[in-house]
C-alpha cells in the first residue's frame, strides 16, 4: 500500500466511525433538524417526520410533472 491508499483508508475508516457515533448518539430520536423547535413529531404527537413528508411530496409532484 502506497501513502495515498493508506491516507485514503484513514478518511473512509474517520468518516464511517463519525456515522456509527452519530447513530449511537441519536438514539432513534429525531434528528436535530431547524425545524425541531416547532415539530410535532419531535415531542412525540406523531409518528413521521413532516419536513421529510414536505420533501417527499414536493419530488413526487416534480416527477409527476416531468412525465
Known amino acids: 500500500m502506497s501513502l495515498v491508499d493508506i491516507v485514503i483508508f484513514a478518511v473512509v475508516v474517520a468518516i464511517i466511525a463519525l456515522a456509527v457515533r ?3 448518539r441519536s438514539k ?3 434528528a436535530s433538524c431547524g425545524s ?3 415539530c410535532s413529531s419531535h415531542g412525540g404527537e ?3 417526520c ?3 413528508e414536505s420533501i417527499v ?3 413526487e409532484a416534480k416527477l409527476s410533472s416531468h412525465k
Open 22 to 24: 452519530s447513530l449511537m
Open 28 to 30: 432513534g430520536e429525531c
Open 36 to 38: 425541531s423547535s416547532g
Open 46 to 48: 406523531k409518528s413521521c
Open 50 to 52: 413532516t419536513a421529510a
Open 57 to 59: 411530496s414536493g419530488m
